[in-house]
């Protein structure tokens, strides 16, 4: 939609009326307003650098939907049970350095709202909660991937504020036959100073740092119900994580490069503190190359700031959406 300056803007023609009824932008943009019905919450927006295109988020209090868009509504989550697990073809290809039978077509990506739920995450200074930062950044990709790679379906392993335990999210990745799965997060250290944007494979930490980012995330597992089946891991899972990751450690360290680049681009002033490889739990068990991005640090009460912002959340999205498309065109000669 269009957004005329000093004035009013219509409800876009034939759209849902209960959306907003006016929208008004001051002469010098600096202020957009909207009278809104009592279905949406929240309304924010972000303009690209160049001023040609402006993105409105509203938030609504339901999910909606738009019939008259031909649009139903936000696709339904996958029901976080069963398990592909014990899938004796996917075991088989595994020990024999295969990958996944599944890995063909590039055409289901998982994405992966770090924390939930009980789980916060780690908190910025001001009080910024991960989890809800991490989920904002999913939404935007998951809409992103739509729009970019129409093809493929996009699953979350949570959509709302809801714990979803370690083990269950590669699970998920796993049930729906994923090509990929992407964890999303923000880091954190005592270190107020330290910021920027990094990408993490699995494998065992190679520095203390890494070490370090990899203990912090894992400390999420305490949080589990020890009676959710979900938040078990089967024998046989156990075993194949680590077979399993060595088959896609090269698709899985090239894509971790690909995000780094993207987000370079997108941040140009951060600091990029490059591919890292660490033990992350919530990587183990994937069938499929996994990274884990961390996207600002929100214990530096700038990058805090970053993160709190509309325009970050969305280049962190777009940077994630890019590598996405670009690993996707490329796979095949990765190996
Ligand atoms: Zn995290």
């Not at 279905?39 to 008259?68: H, I, K, N, W």
């Not at 696709?75 to 069963?82: D, M, N, R, S, T």
């Not at 595994?94 to 289901?108: A, I, K, M, Y």
């Not at 305490?222 to 891991?233: F, I, K, N, T, V």
């Amino acid at each position: 939609m269009d957004i005329a300056c000093g004035a009013p803007v219509e409800s876009v023609e034939g759209s849902a009326p209960y959306w907003v009824d006016s929208l008004w932008v001051s002469d010098d943009r600096t202020v957009l307003s909207c009278l809104a019905a009592p279905r949406v919450t929240a309304v924010d927006y972000a303009t690209s650098p160049d001023g040609s295109v402006t993105l409105v988020m509203l938030r609504a209090a339901d999910p909606l939907s738009f019939p008259e868009l031909g649009w139903a509504g936000p696709p339904v989550e996958p029901e976080a049970a069963g398990s592909a697990y014990s899938d004796s073809s996917i075991a088989q290809a595994l020990s024999q350095g295969e990958p996944s039978p599944w890995l063909e077509d590039f055409d289901v990506v998982v994405l992966d709202p770090g924390h939930g739920g009980r789980d916060p995450g780690a908190v910025g200074p001001r009080g910024t909660l991960e989890k809800d930062r991490t989920l904002e950044i999913a939404l935007l990709a998951r809409d992103l991937l739509a729009l970019r790679m129409p093809n493929v379906r996009v699953v979350l392993t949570r959509s709302d504020d809801s714990y979803v335990p370690l083990a269950a999210r590669t699970r998920i990745a796993n049930r729906e036959q994923a090509d990929l799965f992407v964890s999303i997060h923000c880091n954190a250290a005592v270190r107020r100073e330290a910021g920027g944007f990094e990408t993490f494979f699995l494998s065992l930490a190679r520095t203390d740092d890494a070490r370090a980012v990899s203990a912090m995330e894992n400390a999420a597992a305490e949080l589990d119900d020890p009676s959710d089946p979900m938040a078990q891991g089967d024998a046989l899972s156990f075993l194949l994580a680590d077979m399993s990751q060595s088959v896609f450690l090269h698709q899985s360290s090239a894509l971790a490069s690909i995000v780094q680049q993207n987000l370079s681009r997108e941040w140009p002033d951060g600091c990029d503190r490059g591919v890292k490889q660490a033990g992350f739990y919530v990587l183990r068990g994937a069938f499929m190359p996994s990274i884990l991005v961390e996207t600002a640090f929100i214990s530096n009460p700038r990058e805090e700031a970053l993160l709190e912002s509309l325009d970050f959340r969305f280049r962190a999205a777009r940077a994630i959406v890019a590598a996405i498309e670009e690993f996707a065109m490329g796979r095949g000669s990765i190996r």
